[in-house]
């Protein structure tokens, strides 16, 4: 039987568009629907915690970026982290929530904007479990020995989705002339921006490097509806018979299916579900929560409710909120970019020491998957 | 050792035992809660397909099941020993306080204008049948702490779906809240009882046999109940 190399990961790059963006300053970027200040805005962001974002457009909706573009800055960024340079990238694989194209797949587009000659690409499209897919796919690349320098980045352009042209004149409007819960909420939570790591083989010479123990990733969704989704319109959800494409697309976004929309009413449920995902891994030993040094999760532990909190706790399967290491209060919640820019602030701010334990966990609420990864820290 | 360090180790032991199964029980219940929210039924009421005729032979369907509860918990308890009188007082306190519970369903099902009778008269359907037997049998056992892990799934419920189900049904139908009031009711009374549940599992661990027991119980009971929600199809 073959044996597996261990895989490495090198480098970490980010690539944040413009400058920060303030809370108060929010609407200024993403618009006003229907010229009308947001209802909701302040509650969202006392409940996700975030202080400051990027966006890759203007005040004026001009576009800084593209999500290809900010793609491979994160990619080059990363290389250079390691200490190598694009003709060394032998396999990229990407991750999104949705590319600049609808067809062809976002690496491809990657891939254009890095130039140079052949790559094999992976392209991964979901929401921010797509991280997780495209480091597996990039890792195995590199643990198979097909590989010796394998790229994974996840990237966002989410804010583009969030300008009022795409809520204006659809049926997602009432009466009243307010966009409900459901769409406004998810406003206020993504932002824009890319995170890449380079997979090698051997740990880098100079610098720390971070062995990938192990990734899993868990999809329930073949017991869970959809729970953030674009596509089709809310009454419709559970029929893809009328998927956007099928009404064609001036008709679908007057239904409302061309917008980013979250259930809150089953993301409860789906947090548990997640929750009983990582229990299991507990109980089996797969993840000793004791073991962890750090914990890397794109939900702040401030805005896990109460009772999920004494669930852990009465589980014995908590990880204290001291080792639990974000960046999303000053990034913001960049979809499937937040883990690889949580990774790449925790490995530059020196405070990882080698043989630390790093749990990575990225929840996606897309439609009930979780992703889980196991890094320890080498010299 | 002092008698301190003696007791210490033994709660030490005890509250392993405790997390290791409340851990089990939460995953069982998480997978339950997956399977539930595939049943026929509740995709209805949660793609706002659900009609009052679901309704209906929601609260008939969950009638057979709530009588029951009452009734096994009470068997359990006189098949309590007498080295366990805490456990067999839990039981019998928590048998009393819900074995009118059914009452108020019947309610509903009439102020949501249903007919008495309907409701008194209806079969249990398949799952029912399945689940009330294996719930008697083992209240029947000698000692039946495993009933503990059934107790967990069918708490939860009212604790945690029976609320969350109330109002989806109630915003769907337009019926004044009144014709809800077992769904709703349950989900406000049951804060206190993951609390006094942990208390209920000290009365029995750390056992290894009690709690795999249990948690094996947990897992029969969540498909059984599947089981009897699947085969609700109006």
Redesign the interface.
């Known amino acids: 039987m073959l044996a597996l190399r261990d895989a490495f990961i090198t480098g970490t790059g980010v690539f944040l568009p413009g400058e920060p963006v303030g809370n108060d300053r929010m609407e200024d970027f993403i618009g006003r629907v229907g010229g009308r200040k947001s209802v909701i805005g302040q509650r969202a962001l006392r409940w996700n915690g975030i202080a400051t974002r990027h966006y890759a457009l203007t005040p004026e909706g001009d576009v800084l970026h593209t999500n290809a573009s900010m793609s491979a800055a994160a990619v080059m960024a990363s290389l250079a982290d390691a200490g190598l340079g694009r003709e060394q990238l032998q396999m990229l694989a990407t991750a999104t929530t949705q590319g600049d194209y609808l067809v062809p797949g976002h690496a491809s587009a990657v891939h254009g904007e890095l130039g140079g000659g052949a790559l094999e690409l992976a392209s991964f499209q979901s929401v921010c479990a797509s991280s997780v897919m495209a480091a597996k796919a990039a890792s195995f690349s590199v643990r198979a020995g097909e590989t010796d320098c394998a790229a994974a980045v996840a990237g966002e352009f989410s804010s583009r989705w969030f300008r009022p042209s795409f809520y204006e004149g659809t049926a997602l409007i009432d009466a009243k002339g307010r966009l409900p819960m459901e769409a406004d909420f998810l406003r206020w939570t993504l932002s824009d921006g890319a995170g890449a790591i380079v997979i090698e083989p051997k740990p880098r010479p100079n610098g720390p490097s971070v062995r990938i123990d192990w990734i899993d990733l868990t999809s329930?969704a073949?017991?869970?509806?959809a729970c953030m989704w674009a596509g089709v319109a809310p009454?419709h959800?559970?029929?893809l018979i009328h998927a956007w494409s099928h009404a064609g697309p001036r008709a679908a976004h007057e239904a409302g299916a061309i917008a980013l929309l979250q259930d809150f009413?089953?993301l409860?449920?789906i947090i548990?579900?997640w929750?009983?995902?990582y229990?299991?891994k507990?109980?089996s030993g797969r993840i000793d929560p004791k073991g962890v040094d750090w914990l890397l999760c794109h939900y702040s532990a401030r805005s896990l409710r109460q009772e999920i909190v004494?669930?852990l706790e009465?589980?014995?399967?908590m990880i204290p909120e001291h080792k639990w290491f974000t960046t999303l209060p000053a990034t913001g919640n960049v979809g499937s970019a937040s883990i690889w820019m949580m990774l790449d602030a925790l490995l530059k701010s020196g405070s990882a020491k080698p043989a630390d334990k790093i749990l990575c966990v990225v929840p996606e609420s897309g439609r009930?998957m979780v992703g889980f990864m196991m890094l320890e820290v080498v010299a | 050792m002092s008698v301190a360090q003696a007791s210490a180790r033994i709660d030490t032991a005890q509250n392993?035992a405790v997390?290791?199964v409340?851990?089990?029980l939460?995953?069982a219940?998480?997978?339950f809660?997956?399977?539930l929210?595939?049943t026929p039924l509740i995709?209805k009421l949660?793609?706002?397909r659900f009609e009052l005729s679901d309704y209906h032979a929601f609260l008939i369907n969950l009638r057979q099941q709530v009588k029951d509860g009452s009734l096994w918990m009470s068997r359990a308890a006189s098949s309590i020993d007498e080295e366990h009188l805490e456990l067999r007082s839990a039981l019998m306190q928590h048998a009393v306080t819900e074995h009118r519970d059914f009452r108020m369903l019947e309610v509903d099902f009439v102020t949501s204008g249903g007919a008495l009778t309907t409701i008194e008269t209806a079969k249990k359907n398949i799952g029912s049948e399945a689940l009330s037997s294996w719930m008697f049998h083992q209240a029947s056992q000698p000692n039946p702490f495993g009933l503990l892990g059934a107790m967990f799934i069918i708490e939860g419920l009212g604790s945690?779906k029976a609320a969350?189900w109330g109002h989806?049904a109630q915003r769907r139908l337009g019926l004044p809240k009144e014709a809800f009031k077992f769904l709703l009711y349950h989900g406000e009374n049951d804060a206190e009882h993951?609390k006094e549940f942990?208390e209920m599992l000290r009365l029995v661990l750390p056992d290894d046999a009690v709690a795999e027991r249990i948690v094996t119980c947990a897992r029969v009971t969540a498909r059984l109940y599947a089981l009897q929600i699947e085969e609700i199809a109006a």
């Open positions: 329930l073949g017991r869970f509806d009454e959800r559970g029929s009413t089953l409860k449920i548990r579900a929750i009983g995902v229990l299991e507990v109980d004494d669930v009465g589980t014995n399967a009930a | 392993t997390a290791d409340m851990r089990k939460a995953v219940w998480t997978e809660e997956g399977r929210e595939a995709r949660t793609r706002g945690i969350e989806l993951m942990e």
